[in-house]
């Protein structure tokens, strides 16, 4: 029971607690925790930001509203934090003044986020007048006690005019032409007269289009109502290329103060002239001849040259196939295998048929006693480019005298590394990365038996169904090609390898 309530009380304190948000909302006057003593209060804000924004949910009227954000520091006084009060005053030919307050939905329980980074808050509100300066202060509520100094922070912000990307789409800008494209093109007809082309605006009917060069230089006068393409010739007193054009609106809401549009005086394109370009023309007609010619000869020379050198690669002999050195193989056998008739013969198709260069223990008697057999099946291992298990599934037949059992026979004299080596190579039979360079080798098609179960993860190889597929596996260009040179595969053949032996047969002096 005890150990239930454990779990439930270890499962509720580690349920994570929801990031504190923030509800904003209106308080012009002192906020209740100022009449109240606190023995511990929240710090100051480590950055306090301003800018406009535009936004679709206030009136058409009020669409650009400030984006007030702000970050908290990060100090163990955050434990403290309720709320943080945010005042904003503006001076411009009205004054306007105003408070909200936004309160923290959960209390802090880290100075940072879970995530990483600061807390960091934001709040859209308080409509942007045109070209106006506002003081934007802020606190963290509850603030400090009478008497006592309050930390703030504070900055100031001057709205921009219609030509600002994000003011020109408040109303006030769209009906002074903020939003007004007139395209001006203006260009030199002569030396007395300048064309000028742009398109009126449906916000008014008057336009004055005035030519400047240090000084007005031309001026001209027109009215439309509509929104149209114009084109007017304006006269001009002095040189007018490269002069600035000034076009000046007279809307019904902005008058004699709306938003003017420039463009610039350039020299207009000739008509009935003909183009320099075409005594080019006629000069390149002349060479078209020639220029073909050769572009012919230079096509006839490349296709010789390429024809000769494809000519001599093909007299040139292939490369004759390169053997790679012997691959190193290290074979582990259990005792109950007769060494003469199954090991040596093994031993022999490894290095007559599969390049093989074979690792037996009894060939290395001296080194073992010397280094110890774990230590040697270690450096074995680490050497070898493949790790052969060699099974026999009869193991019902004993090995005679012929096969050696004499006194002092290998079966008798040496001893028995099969187990030391299952158990010290078995870790690397659980990994993909390290299985394929080992392999199981049977001397017929049953099951490996419940005691080597570990070993049928390896891959499997029954020699007197075909030897051919096994040395394919065993010098396969991943474990065996070095420098990208090829490897000559092996003939087709069957390993001479009596399942049953014969009492004809003599052990092979391996």
Known sequence: MSLVLLSLAALCWGAPSPEPTIQCGSENGPSPEWMVSHTLTPGDLRDLRVEPVKT??????????????????????????????????????????????????????????????????SYIGFPVKLNTLYFIGAHNIPNANMNDDSPSMSVNFTSPGC????????????????????????????????????????????????????????????????????????????????????????????????????????????????FPLDKSRSVLSGWLPLLLALLAATWVLAAGIYLKWRHEKIKMPFPTTTLLPPIKVLVVYPSEICFHHTVCHFTEFLQNHCRSEVILDKWQKKRIAEMGPVQWLATQKKDADKVIFLLSNDMNTACDGTCG?????????????????????????RSQRHLHKYMVVCSTEADIKDDY?????????????????????LLRPSSACRGGKAVRRPQQLLLPWPTHRSENVKPSPC
């Open 163 to 274: 030509l600002d990307r994000v003011m020109k789409h408040k109303k006030q800008c769209i009906e002074a032409g903020s939003l007004w494209d007139p395209n001006i093109t203006a260009c030199k007809k002569d030396e007395k007269t300048v064309e000028v082309n742009f398109t009126t605006s449906p916000l008014g009917n008057r336009y004055m289009v005035v030519i400047l060069n240090k000084s007005v230089i031309g001026t001209f006068m027109m009215e439309q109502s509509k929104e149209t393409r114009e084109s007017v010739m304006v006269p001009v007193t002095k040189e007018s290329e490269g002069a600035v054009v000034q076009l000046i609106p007279y809307f019904q809401t902005c008058g004699n103060d709306c938003i003017r549009r420039k463009g610039t005086v350039v020299l207009c394109p000739q008509t009935g002239v003909p």
């Open 405 to 429: 059992e004499s006194k002092g026979s290998p079966q008798e004299d040496s001893q028995d590394l099969f187990p030391l080596a299952f158990n010290l190579f078995c870790s690397d039979l």
């Open 56 to 121: 679709s949910v206030a009136t058409e009227d009020d669409s650009i509203l400030m984006n007030i954000s702000w970050i908290l520091r990060a100090d163990a006084s955050i434990c403290f934090l309720k709320a943080t009060k945010i005042c904003v005053s503006g001076k411009s030919n009205v004054q306007s003044y105003g408070c909200v307050r936004c309160n923290y939905t959960e209390a802090f329980q880290t100075q940072t986020r879970p995530s990483g980074g600061k807390w960091t808050f």
């Open 453 to 473: 179960s570990a070993l049928r993860t390896c891959p499997k190889h029954c020699l007197t169904k075909g030897a051919a597929a096994f040395c394919t596996s």
